[in-house]
């Protein structure tokens, strides 16, 4: 059992790059979610899921897409970078809105 | 709009010195609040789920405990381990809530 699995770890994107984050996880959960974590702010929602092909925004969506073909991925898509997006990403699951959530590992971007 | 508002934001404690970690909330109507660790650079482990008033939890040193208005994690005789930052966060009732609002955290430190 993997839980949640992100990749890529560490990722250094150009202004106006885009990019990927990829989020498995491997229990079956159907809510997914993606939050960023800026030092001193907490933990803001972007974008969330409650099952395959239905996915809505958080508190924090521009810049971001998402999508949700399958129960185990949940990729987070950056398109036309900008330095604003420099922070720590984390996806997470959980099997109903009574259980808290599994973490993965983070993915942490910098932007320059 | 749900609120968690957590207190210290740090705390220095040494070896052995009990205290306490704060995490007021406003929601409207609780279904669950829930206490994760957070080491640096990985994601928040889930530690405790409490969902009503009165309940409690333990698990080795830390204890959870619930009112209508905050919660409350006893550390009991902390050792330099237990060094990490503390994450509350509170579900709410409700039809279109989905996810978990999260407090700033409480930055803890054990010194030997």
């Known amino acids: 059992n993997a839980g949640v699995t992100q990749t890529p770890k560490f990722r250094i994107l150009k202004i106006g790059q885009s990019m990927t984050l990829q989020c498995t996880q491997d229990m079956n959960h159907n809510y997914m979610y993606w939050y960023r974590q800026d030092p001193g702010m907490g933990l803001k929602l972007i974008y969330y899921?409650?099952?395959?092909?239905?996915?809505d925004k958080g508190e924090v969506p521009n810049g971001y897409n998402v999508s949700r073909s399958t129960t185990e991925d949940f990729p987070l898509r950056l398109e036309l970078a900008a330095p604003s997006q420099t922070s720590v990403y984390f996806c997470?699951?959980?099997?109903?809105?009574?259980?808290?959530?599994?973490f993965g590992s983070g993915t942490r971007l910098t932007v320059v | 709009e749900d609120q968690v508002t957590q207190s210290p934001e740090a705390l220095r404690l040494q070896e052995g010195e009990s205290s306490s970690l704060n995490c007021s909330y406003t929601v409207s109507g609780l279904r669950g609040l829930f206490w994760y660790r957070q080491d640096p650079g990985k994601g928040p482990e889930f530690l405790f789920t409490?969902?009503?008033a009165g309940e409690e939890k333990e698990k080795e040193r830390l204890k959870a405990t619930l009112t209508k208005k905050e919660s409350f994690l006893h550390i009991t005789a902390p050792k330099p381990e237990d060094s990490a930052t503390y994450l509350c966060?509170?579900?709410?009732?409700?039809?279109?809530?989905?996810?978990?609002?999260f407090g700033k955290g409480t930055l803890l430190t054990v010194n030997p």
């Open positions: 966060a509170v579900q709410a009732r409700g039809g279109s809530n989905y996810k978990l609002t």
């Open positions: 899921s409650v099952g395959a092909g239905i996915t």
């Open positions: 409490l969902y009503s």
């Open positions: 997470a699951s959980r099997p109903d809105l009574i259980y808290g959530y599994t």
